[in-house]
Each structure stands twice: as C-alpha cells, then as structure tokens.
C-alpha cells in the first residue's frame, strides 16, 4: 500500500504532473488558435461548447506546437524542464540547441508529446477533483440532488447513494494513476527524443578525457616537485639538526639547501598552479630540465647526508627538450623513493645509447628498507611519463638490491 501510493502521490509523481500540467499550459495559446480554425471551418460561434468541437481544436493546435519546436531554444528549454522534474540524470539530456534535422524532428516529437499528454492530463486535472469531491459529499448534503447537477437518477437510491463516496475515490485515484502513467511515459521517452546523439556523447567523453589527463599530469606534477622537496628537506633538516653542535659548517649547508629547494619548489608550484586558473598560462618559472637542473637536484639531495653516487654520459646532455624535462621527473622521483625507503648508498646511472635514453636508480636492501606496497604514486607516475613518452620501465628487487630502471626513445613520440 505505501508502494503504491508512493509511485501515484510521492514527490517523483508530483514533479512529473506538474510537468505535465506545464504542457498543458503551454498547449493553452495553440488550442485557442485551432478553435479559430475549427470555428471557421465548421461556423460555430461557441467552439467550447461542444466536446467533439473542443478535441477538434485540440487536434489542430498540435502540428502548429511540432512546427513551432523548430526554434533553437525549445530543446534546451524543454531539455531542462524535463530534467527538473521527471527525475533524470544531467547528462541524458541535451544541453544545446538541436543541430541536425534527425535532433529537430526528434524535439517536435517530444514536444507534441508534452503538449498533448500534458493537455489532457490538465483538462482532467480540471474537471475530475470537483466531480469527486460533489461524489465523496453527496451522501452528507442531500440538497446537492436538488441541483442542477445532472446526475443520474439511480442516486435516489440509497445503496447507490452510500456507494458515492467510494466512486469519487476511485475517481481521484483513476486521475492520479492517469498523471502517474503518463509522467512516466514522458520520462521514458525523454533520453530517446531530447537525449545527445552519438558524436554529442563522443566529444563530451573527449572532453572528460582531456580534462582527466590534465589532472593526472598535475597531480604528478604536484607529486614530484612538491612530494621530492617535502622528503630532501626532511632529510636536510634531521641531518642538520644532528651535526649542529658538532659540524655547523655541514648545518650551513644544509639549511641553505633547504632555502633553495623550497625557493625552487615555490616556483615550479607557481607554474603548476598556474594551469588551474581559468585563461592563465602557466607561470613564469621555467620547468627544471635534466641538462640544466641534474647538477643542482643532486647537490640538495646529499645535502641531506645521503651519498649519492652518478654516472652521467655525455649524451645525456643534449636532449629534445619533452624528453629533458621528463627525464629530469623521473630521475627526481627515483631519488625521492630511494631515500624514502632506506638509508643505504644511492646509485644513479644515466647514458644513451642506440637512441635511446637509459635511466636506473638503485640501492642495497640494507636492514633498514621499508616494504613499497605497490610501488606508491611516485613509481606510478613515472610509468605514466614512460608510457606518454612511448618508452618502458621496471621497478622492484633485484637480488639484494632495489633497481629502477627506464628507457625512453629520443625522438619525441608525443
């Protein structure tokens, strides 16, 4: 019972027959226009005296409605009321105006629908409460039989009398299961005749895509700039603290190095900051490269006490600039997660060879290494840069020793 009575008077069902009383409304201006036609076809002064007359006028408003769709604004229009109140998702609808003439036939139909349906339900929404309120009251006011009512004789009985009061319930009921049906015909309908089209889904799935991508180089922007300086100036910082007393000719250094990270880190945030506002180009701080920047990221990076041994050819200079920039991510995070994960010796080797760029971190799995459940973010944007860069990666344990290993191709594949 609760079920029931929820699909014919629940919120859903109301919203749908206001929608509905809504079309009706809208039908009003285009049935008034065929009473003009049906009264100069047939001579009747009073068209709306006369239900056949009426469904006539009816009938001829509907095509002038379809034609009258064709206006840009009546798909977003009714895209949106449709979406308000027959309970649809925001994106099974259009937004836009219809462009192709498969979009503009498919509105006309919706429109007529809505009209139609909607002007029936409201013509019953009219005439039927009154009806059954004079049913459910007539045992109760007996001079309402006096009346010019027109109704039927058989109430003078008194078990059809006592039987009023059911009738004009089940006639209210009849007129909400009516709404109800028709509310969900019209939401049915909707995704099928006011719905994208194919190529509407595919540039809004390319849009997503787009923006995805945007983020998830952001992100692993974020990750390495921000993620690298946070762990070498927590490194520097502990170093600097143990030797102070000690050595505070190291503690200078130290505490200078992290003025630089942080200087730097500042100004790589800034650009990538710079992405998210609306109409800005990134910002002014130009993206570290591995020919210009390797020298200084390895110099804060054993500031922190950790040696770091690299080997770096020649060629490994003169890079196409995406790949230098790339390279120099890659080489920052595989330092990072080293670091991170144990307090032995570092190697970084870096060469080219056969057109390509070879890059491997690695370290001994001393007692003091720490397990990297699933490589962490970091090893996962490095295969993300790797892949863009059409290259190919390894992480993990090779023996008593934890090795990251890269190849990216010199010519630029993206």
Not at 43 to 58: E, K, R, T, W
Not at 138 to 145: A, S
Request: aromatic residues 4%; glycine residues 12%; contains cysteine.
């Amino acid at each position: 019972m609760t079920k029931a009575w929820g699909l014919l008077f629940g919120g859903r069902a109301r919203r749908r027959w206001i929608h509905l009383v809504l079309g009706g409304a809208l039908a009003m201006p285009y049935v008034l226009v065929g009473s003009v036609a049906v009264g100069l076809l047939t001579g009747v002064d009073d068209v709306f005296g006369s239900l056949p007359l009426q469904l006539g006028s009816f009938a001829v408003g509907l095509p002038i409605a379809a034609a009258t769709s064709l206006f840009p604004l009546t798909r977003p229009l009714e895209s949106g009321a449709a979406r308000a109140l027959c309970g649809l998702d925001a994106d099974a609808l259009s937004h836009g105006p219809a462009r192709t003439r498969a979009e503009r036939g498919r509105t006309a139909a919706w429109f007529t629908l809505h009209l139609g349906l909607g002007g029936i339900i409201s013509g019953m929404s009219l005439a039927v409460p009154p009806f059954a309120v004079v049913l459910i009251v007539l045992p109760l006011f007996t001079r309402l039989r006096d009346t010019p009512l027109a109704l039927p004789g058989l109430l003078d009985r008194t078990w059809a009398l006592a039987l009023c009061p059911v009738a004009g319930l089940a006639v209210l009921t009849a007129l909400a299961s009516c709404a109800a049906g028709c509310g969900a015909l019209l939401a049915h309908w909707a995704p099928a005749l006011l719905g994208p089209t194919s190529a509407d889904r595919l540039a809004a799935a390319e849009a997503r895509a787009a923006d995805l991508a945007v983020r998830n180089r952001l992100a692993r922007e974020l990750h390495d700039s921000v993620g690298h300086a946070l762990s070498a100036v927590m490194l520097q910082a502990s170093a600097a603290r143990r030797v102070l007393d000690t050595d505070p000719e190291f503690a200078r250094e130290a505490l200078a190095a992290i003025e630089d990270t942080t200087r730097r880190t500042v100004g790589e945030l800034d650009a990538v900051l710079g992405v998210l506002r609306d109409g800005d180009t990134p910002g002014t701080a130009p993206a570290p490269t591995l020919a210009a920047d390797l020298e200084g990221l390895l110099r804060r990076t054993r500031a922190g006490g950790r040696q770091v041994t690299a080997a770096v050819g020649t060629g490994a200079t003169d890079l196409p600039p995406l790949v230098s920039r790339e390279a120099y991510r890659i080489v920052q995070e595989g330092l990072n997660n080293a670091l991170k994960h144990s307090d032995e010796p570092v190697g970084l080797r870096i060469a080219t060879a056969a057109g390509r760029l070879e890059i491997t971190v690695e370290n001994p799995l001393g007692s003091s290494a720490t397990s990297r459940p699933g490589g962490g973010h970091g090893l996962r944007g490095i295969a993300d840069r790797v892949r863009l860069l059409g290259g190919t990666s390894h992480a993990g344990a090779s023996g008593d020793t934890w090795r990251l290993h890269v190849r990216l191709p010199l010519k630029e594949s993206v």
